[in-house]
């Protein structure tokens, strides 16, 4: 069996950067697909895929998604994502460095399933990410997407 895909929307390289290192650090093996910033994260699951080598037709087991991105905002692309017939049960996970309790709630009201803020020691990241993989990857039962 395949492993399931993360979508990680994220605009800061350090960032992405950690989020791979704490995947690996965690032995969670899913492949991590990037998205530099909101209009590619709606690209790769909409169509107009500018992300190389991926299937369009093979969504995210989980996406991870940052709130301050340019071109599209993270809260532009959670509503698009709920949206969507195809993708509204998909497991949307806030992460980001925001403690605004607007975008705690706008998040919730629009439909994420948690909301995650980036801790800054790199062992509470891992930590945090490894609670993530273990609950959305292997524990959580999703709904099977619908087909076009």
């Known amino acids: 069996m395949k492993p399931k895909i993360i979508l990680l929307v994220e605009d800061n390289p350090s960032d992405v950067e950690l989020t791979r290192r704490a995947l690996h650090n965690s032995h969670i093996a899913n492949q ?13 699951l909409f169509g107009g895929d500018p992300l190389a080598n991926t299937n369009r037709n093979e969504l995210p087991a989980l996406i991870l ?24 049960h998909l497991p949307v996970v806030i992460l980001t460095t925001s403690n605004e309790e607007q975008d705690i709630t706008q998040s919730y009201d629009l439909g994420a399933n948690s909301y995650i803020r980036k801790p800054v020691d790199f062992k509470q990241f891992v930590d945090a990410i490894q609670y993530l993989g273990l609950y959305w990857l292997v524990m959580n039962e999703t709904a099977a997407p619908k087909r076009r």
Request: glycine share 6%.
């Open 65 to 88: 998604l940052d709130l301050k991105l340019p071109k599209v905002d993270g809260l532009h692309v959670l509503r698009q994502i709920r949206a969507n017939e195809r993708t509204s």
């Open 32 to 44: 991590l697909i990037v998205a530099e910033d909101g209009q590619e994260a709606l690209d790769y």
